[in-house]
């Protein structure tokens, strides 16, 4: 499994989460590309500029989370967090300093 993308977690966090998905390596594989497939396009949808960088940050936070919190639906549980990744990344863009300072998007499609 290619785990490129998420740069920020421990192998043992990235085995955690693997685990969570699916006790099976494989189809935790299988899933973990899915979700982050899904997420990437998510922050595509709405117009928010390094999509591939925030489905990795989603994925890192909820990996962490996993001894921390009860989590019953790991897939649902990362949505949720996108979404606050997703406010946080657009309350970036109006920060001087910040790497996403200044990066437009839409106001149709703004949080």
């Not at 499994?1 to 099976?24: I, Q, V």
């Not at 594989?29 to 497939?37: E, I, M, P």
Request: aromatic fraction near 6%; charged fraction near 30%; hydrophobic fraction near 35%.
């Amino acid at each position: 499994m290619d785990r490129s993308g998420s740069h920020n977690l421990t192998g043992e966090d990235l085995d955690k989460f693997l685990a969570r998905l699916d006790p099976d390596r494989e189809r935790a594989g299988v899933k973990y590309q899915n979700l982050h497939r899904k997420l990437v396009k998510l922050f595509e949808w709405r117009s928010t500029p390094c999509a591939e960088n925030l489905a990795d940050e989603t994925i890192d936070r909820v990996a962490r989370k996993l001894d921390k919190v009860d989590i019953h639906d790991v897939i649902l549980y990362a949505l949720g967090v996108a979404h606050n990744v997703l406010k946080e990344s657009r309350q970036a863009m109006t920060k001087p300093g910040s790497p996403l300072y200044g990066a437009s998007v839409p106001s149709s499609l703004a949080v």
